[in-house]
């Protein structure tokens, strides 16, 4: 099974017109500020720039102190090669500029307190670095970790710089100390300011999924190609691979997107075993090197070590980046590859990209279930309907001409019985065509009905037809219920006489109706030979269904002399 989806152009089906316009929409604004999620090129760029400036100052500008001269102009060349390496270690591999992070940041502090030693005196006020260097670092570490690397070189800094101006004053060098203690100042409050930055930046860039269009419960092929879609668009990849478990499956289902579209096929588990489903973080990965960067809580890790992932080796992919998805149907893994870029800025967002993409998947299940649980009490509804109403109808009309016949033996005239049958007919036909409409258009469930004529009318209904005798006891005030509950009260006296005189065989029915606090109770005797003697006598399934879903109560007496049916439902009324 082959689904054809635009990439950069290419034709695209209906089913994932939402996915291609919401990929779209977001390659256009990510491409926009495609630095964003570049942030160790762009450190190590501004790095670079930084050190060049600070050199050329040094070596043009006469007014600019040297304590050491050709020392520390090489001091600071030295530092410039430094800059350029971490540079191309930044544009050629996201790995080492992961690990070289750390190291690169602390050589920074220490250049940049010793920037201090080189250029200052009380006549190079706008010749020091010290502000630039001290933003840049501060800047790095809000970028690439968190606030609290910002805040731990925001104290390191502060300290090593008073211990520094306090030392060349010792030592009698020409240093002014109000600016001095003015430019710390400010180094306080620039602090403070990035930390709280730092704070509100929360995860960091987050990336919406948009769900695609179409009726909760039946669009999960859409969410998983929008989703491989999003990712994609994302990352500039030209191949994404989604491998995906479910719980109720036994095989693996992947769906592969390239630029001539997706291709879906189906697999058994062997190869993967529990690696789909068991946690998994979200990662930049290579292969033949051993490497793996996750995004883990509290941050991001990396390690060294044989990359387990039965998925990427199956698709022959050496570097990539995977994102695990869970859901309550299953799990699975997402592997993008060929990508634009590599970074690990990507790793937050993607993480949180699979946790919405899970819950989408989470959504379109309930709603899934919903549905089937609804069709389901449809169902059971209509059953219970017409079991208690045209089943039980056919199964009184057959009792009746069975006498009809015989009364036709004994030489009697059949026309008055037969007209009998007729009415009955005719009432049951406009009961049925009732049923069908209501079924059509749906109950109003506002519209109140007092119930004693309702049942004065069934009893004298049920009474000719099954050949009984019949007795209503009601109170001795109105009890309005509504349409739709007067309906299933009806059910429920219709079900019970039928099941009296076939099962039971009676002559005698007596209905009790009344209510106390929004509770109504039914009750229905008949003097019958009860229901066979069992220590667990099995309950009517009609009845116990109908009363269970109208959130009532059911229980039943039965001696020899017959048997009682006691009814507690809630009515809403109340006196």
Same mark, same amino acid.
């Given at each position: ?75 600071? /060349?030295?530092? $410039?090669?430094?800059? @350029? *390496? %971490?540079?191309?270690? !930044?544009?050629?591999? =996201? ?32 010749? /020091?670095?010290? $502000?630039?260097?001290? @933003? *840049? %670092?501060?800047?790095? !570490?809000?970028?690439? =970790? ?28 020409d240093i002014d100390l109000f600016r001095f203690a003015r430019r ?11 930390? =709280? ?18 009726l909760l419960g039946g669009r999960r092929e859409q969410l998983l ?265 009806r059910q429920l006296v219709r079900e019970a006489i039928a099941n ?76």
């Amino acid at each position: 099974m082959v689904i054809i989806l635009t990439y950069n152009g290419l034709p695209v089906l209906p089913s994932v017109t939402h996915a291609k316009y919401a990929s779209r929409i977001t390659e256009r604004s990510l491409y926009k500020s495609a630095l964003i999620r570049r942030t160790g090129r762009v450190i190590s760029t501004a790095r670079a720039v930084l050190a060049l400036l600070f050199l050329l100052v040094i070596w043009v500008d006469p007014a600019v102190p040297l304590h050491g001269d050709l020392g520390n102009l090489l001091y600071v /060349s030295l530092y $410039l090669l430094w800059t @350029a *390496f %971490l540079m191309i270690v !930044a544009w050629r591999s =996201w790995w080492f500029d992961f690990r070289l992070a750390t190291i690169a940041q602390s050589i920074d502090i220490i250049i940049f307190l010793a920037a201090i030693y080189v250029t200052e005196n009380r006549f190079t006020e706008f010749q /020091s670095p010290f $502000l630039a260097f001290a @933003a *840049f %670092l501060l800047v790095a !570490a809000m970028t690439r =970790w968190s606030w609290r690397a910002t805040a731990v070189t925001a104290i390191i800094v502060l300290t090593a710089n008073l211990a520094i101006g306090l030392t060349m004053v010792q030592l009698g060098l020409d240093i002014d100390l109000f600016r001095f203690a003015r430019r710390t100042a400010y180094m306080i409050v620039l602090s403070s300011i990035l930390i =709280w930055l730092s704070l509100s930046r929360g995860g960091g860039r987050v990336m919406p999924f948009s769900e695609p269009p179409g009726l909760l419960g039946g669009r999960r092929e859409q969410l998983l190609d929008s989703a491989l879609a999003l990712i994609a668009s994302a990352l500039g990849a030209r191949q994404v691979v989604l491998a995906f478990s479910a719980n109720e499956e036994p095989w693996v289902e992947f769906r592969h997107r390239t630029p001539a579209g997706i291709t879906v096929h189906r697999a058994g588990p062997g190869d993967f075993g529990d690696q789909l489903t068991s946690h998994m973080p979200t990662a930049l990965f290579n292969i033949a090197k051993s490497r793996m960067i996750g995004f883990e809580d509290p941050g991001v890790v990396a390690w060294n070590a044989p990359v387990q992932s039965q998925l990427a080796h199956s698709y022959g992919i050496n570097e990539g980046v995977l994102v695990p998805l869970q859901s309550a149907t299953g799990g699975g893994h997402i592997i993008a590859w060929d990508c634009e870029t590599l970074s690990v800025d990507d790793l937050a967002m993607l993480r949180a990209l699979g946790d919405q993409i899970g819950h989408a998947l989470d959504r379109d299940e309930m709603a899934s279930l919903a549905r089937s649980a609804a069709e389901s009490g449809v169902r059971h509804a209509v059953a219970r309907d017409l079991h208690d109403s045209v089943a039980q109808f056919l199964a009184g009309t057959l009792f009746r001409l069975e006498a009809l016949r015989r009364w036709i033996r004994e030489g009697h005239d059949p026309e008055g019985e037969i007209d009998s049958i007729k009415n009955a007919l005719r009432r049951e036909q406009i009961q049925l065509r009732q049923l069908i409409e209501r079924l059509r258009r749906g109950e109003e469930g506002d519209r109140r009905t007092e119930i004693a004529d309702e049942m004065r009318d069934l009893l004298t209904e049920a009474g000719a037809h099954w050949h009984i005798e019949t007795e209503l006891v009601l109170p001795d005030h109105p009890q309005w219920v509504s349409v739709q509950l007067s309906h299933e009260i009806r059910q429920l006296v219709r079900e019970a006489i039928a099941n009296a005189v076939r099962h039971g065989k009676c002559h005698k029915v007596c209905v009790t109706l009344s209510d106390e606090d929004g509770v109504l109770q039914l009750t229905i005797a008949d003097d019958g030979i009860g229901f066979p003697d069992h220590p667990n006598p099995i309950l009517p399934r009609s009845i116990s269904e109908r009363v269970a879903a109208l959130g009532g109560q059911f229980h039943v007496a039965s001696t020899t002399s017959g048997a009682r049916l006691d009814i507690a439902i809630h009515s809403g009324e109340f006196a």
